[in-house]
Structures are given as C-alpha cells and as structure tokens.
C-alpha cells in the first residue's frame, strides 16, 4: 500500500474515533444532566455545563480526546499532502495523474490547485455564513440552521 494512502486510512479512522467521542460526549451530558450531576446555563451568549462528579469527568474527558483526535487528523492531513505532492512531482509527466490522485488534490484551470472552504460564525444569535462556492454556502447554511434550532432548545429547555 503507497504512502498517501496509510495516511489516508489513518485520518478516517482518527475522524471516526472524533465523532465517536463526541456522540459519546453528548449522550453523558444528557446523562448527567438527567441524573443531576450537570446543569446547564447560558452566560451572556454562550452555552455553559457545569457540574461536579463522574459525568462532568467523563464528559471532559470524551471532548478532550475528539479535541485531540481530530487535530492528529488535520496533521496526517498535511502528510499526506506533502508525501502524495512529493509523489507527484516524482513522476513522469503522463504518470500519476490518477483518479485518486485528482479527488485528493483536485486541480483548477492550468494545473493549479484548488480548495473549498466555509464557515458559520455566530455574533450573538446571528449567524454569519461564508463559503467559496455556492454548494459549500448551502452546506454552511444547512449548519447554522441546525445550531440555531439547537441552541433555542437547549435555551428554552433550560427554563422547563
């Protein structure tokens, strides 16, 4: 198996351990909010847990290691970049141009390199959405829509 595509393996199974931890996360704050163990507040705009015992342990813990295991991805990310640019390079001029190659470093107009990006950034409840392309905004759009209904149900939950 080449290089670029260990690290590609790698990443994927570092992102699902990510998720993994932060569905796990979710399912102690809920827990630990049930039991007692946790509370929840709002300060200025910002969604606070708080709380003292095995379940606020735990869920720092779960959030932690997403925290982490999702920033060893990025850095595989970058490997991976470098060992398949270097690759790359390496070839022949008819060589390497591959599919996979194509879907990991997808290429604009005269071989340069292209990337997509977006963003939400929240001032107050006011969602703000960036992207580079239009099918990213729709992406962030869908996003903001979905923490917007979250943090109005964790607000108003709050007050039950």
């Not at 290089?3 to 996360?25: E, F």
Request: charged content about 10%.
């Amino acid at each position: 198996m080449e290089a670029a595509g260990v690290y590609c393996m790698w990443r994927q199974v570092l992102v699902v351990i990510a998720l993994i931890l932060i569905a796990l996360a979710a399912l102690s704050v809920l827990l630990g909010i049930l039991s007692g163990q946790l509370g929840f507040a709002i300060v200025l705009i910002f969604p606070v847990i708080y709380g003292s015992g095995y379940y606020a342990l735990i869920t720092a813990a779960f959030i932690f290691g997403s925290f982490v295991a999702l920033f060893l991805s990025f850095s595989y990310t970058l490997e991976e970049r470098a060992v398949g640019s270097a690759a790359y390079r390496s070839a022949a001029p008819d060589e390497g141009k591959d599919s996979q190659h194509e879907a990991l470093w997808p290429t604009g107009e005269e071989g340069k390199k292209t990337s997509r990006f977006g963003g939400v950034i929240f001032i107050g409840p006011v969602p703000i959405i960036f992207g580079s392309n239009p099918g990213i905004v729709k992406y962030m759009f869908a996003a903001a829509a979905i923490m917007v209904v979250l943090i109005i149900v964790l607000f108003l939950a709050h007050f039950l």
